[in-house]
T-cell receptor, first 111, second 113 residues
Framework: KNEVEQSPQNLTAQEGEFITINCSYS?????LHWLQQHPGGGIVSLFM???GKKKHGRLIATINIQEKHSSLHITASHPRDSAVYIC?????????????FGPGTRLSVLP | DTEVTQTPKHLVMGMTNKKSLKCEQH?????MYWYKQKAKKPPELMFV???????INESVPSRFSPECPNSSLLNLHLHALQPEDSALYLC????????????FGDGTRLSIL
C-alpha cells in the first residue's frame, strides 16, 4: 500500500464544473502539500496545510488530520487548469525534510 | 517565470560523456533539492542540501554527484550514465528543510543514448 494515495487517477471535466481531487495518507505528517504540474514539466506549489482550510482564488484545499485525508477543490474550472495535481506530505520521519509524493491526478478541462 | 532556474532545459548525452546540470535561486533559501521524474510518475527525491551541506542522499548511484558551491547554486554532475537514467531532473529550493513549501524549477529533460 502506498503511503500517499490519490483519487481519481484521471479526471475529465467540462469548463465551469466544480472539481474535487482527494488525497489520503497513512504516515504521520507535519504538513501536506498540493502541487500542480503542467505538461512542460515545471511544478508549482499551490498549498501547504497542517490543519483546516485554505483558499487561493478558485482553489480551495482542506485537510482532516484525524481521518488522514485532504481534498483540493477547483471552482468554475477552466481549460488552463488542465494539469497533473500532486499531493505530497512532509513525513514526520526525518523532521519533515523530504516529501512523500502521491501518484498524481491528471485533470483535463474541456472548453 | 519560475524563481528557480535550471540549465540546460534539454540535454542529450552518450553513456561515456560527462556533463553537469545547474540550478540557481536568489530567494535566500538555505535548502535545495534534486529530484528525478520518469514519465507519468511522481518525482523521486535524490538529494537534499541544507546550508550547503548534504543532508539526505536517497541511495543514489555514484554516477550522480551533487555539489553545492554556495547557497544560491546547486549542481548535479553526471558521468557514465545508463539509458534508464533518461528522465526529467527537477531542482527545488525552500527557506529551510523543515516543513516549508518548495519552489521548483522547470527541470532539465535528459536523454541518454
Amino acid at each position: 500500500k502506498n503511503e500517499v494515495e490519490q483519487s481519481p487517477q484521471n479526471l475529465t471535466a467540462q469548463e465551469g464544473e466544480f472539481i474535487t481531487i482527494n488525497c489520503s495518507y497513512s504516515v504521520g505528517i507535519s504538513a501536506l502539500h498540493w502541487l500542480q504540474q503542467h505538461p512542460g514539466g515545471g511544478i508549482v506549489s499551490l498549498f501547504m496545510l497542517s490543519s483546516g482550510k485554505k483558499k487561493h482564488g478558485r482553489l480551495i484545499a482542506t485537510i482532516n488530520i484525524q481521518e488522514k485525508h485532504s481534498s483540493l477543490h477547483i471552482t468554475a474550472s477552466h481549460p488552463r487548469d488542465s494539469a497533473v495535481y500532486i499531493c505530497a506530505v512532509s513525513s514526520k520521519d526525518n523532521y519533515g525534510q523530504n516529501f512523500v509524493f502521491g501518484p498524481g491526478t491528471r485533470l483535463s478541462v474541456l472548453p | 517565470d519560475t524563481e528557480v532556474t535550471q540549465t540546460p532545459k534539454h540535454l542529450v548525452m552518450g553513456m561515456t560523456n560527462k556533463k553537469s546540470l545547474k540550478c540557481e535561486q536568489h530567494m535566500g533559501h538555505r535548502a535545495m533539492y534534486w529530484y528525478k521524474q520518469k514519465a507519468k510518475k511522481p518525482p523521486e527525491l535524490m538529494f537534499v542540501y541544507s546550508y550547503e551541506k548534504l543532508s539526505i542522499n536517497e541511495s543514489v548511484p555514484s554516477r550522480f554527484s551533487p555539489e553545492c558551491p554556495n547557497s544560491s547554486l546547486l549542481n548535479l554532475h553526471l558521468h557514465a550514465l545508463q539509458p534508464e537514467d533518461s528522465a526529467l531532473y527537477l531542482c527545488a529550493s525552500s527557506q529551510w528543510v523543515v516543513n516549508q513549501p518548495q519552489h521548483f524549477g522547470d527541470g532539465t529533460r535528459l536523454s541518454i543514448l
